[in-house]
């Protein structure tokens, strides 16, 4: 499974951005999909994931501001920021996970997409 991310670039604060993440290869299904960033000088966290079923969870720092959706027909996830703000400058990273069993999965990444919110 290969994931191509893209529709990062330059913002200004309180300006809008929407990620787009598609899968290709063959013979995969996709249970669930994250969004990480990280920010230079800090450690990678999840800023968001939705379920093939759509259960979405997002980290603190972005509830009320970004919005994570998927369609799985054409194996993508979006990612809408909004009210973007500086400290949301970060490479962001798409993933995807598979599941083999009730157990065992497999995560794949993406290349990662940079965001930059600045006036």
């Known amino acids: 499974v290969q994931l191509q991310a893209s529709g990062g670039g330059l913002v200004q604060p309180g300006g809008s951005l929407r990620l787009s993440c598609a899968a290709s290869?063959?013979?995969?299904?996709?249970?669930?999909w994250g969004w990480y960033r990280q920010a230079p000088g800090k450690q990678r966290e999840l800023v968001a994931f939705?379920?093939?079923?759509?259960?979405?969870n997002y980290t603190d720092s972005v509830k009320g501001r970004f919005s994570v959706s998927r369609v799985n027909a054409k194996n993508t996830v979006y990612l809408q920021m909004n009210s973007l703000r500086p400290e949301d400058t970060a490479v962001y990273y798409c993933?995807?996970?598979?599941?083999?069993?009730?157990?065992?999965?497999?995560?794949?990444w993406g290349q990662g997409t940079l965001v930059t919110v600045s006036s």
């Open positions: 290869g063959r013979g995969f299904s996709i249970n669930a």
């Open positions: 993933t995807a996970r598979q599941f083999s069993d009730s157990v065992h999965f497999t995560d794949y």
């Open positions: 939705i379920t093939s079923g759509g259960i979405t």
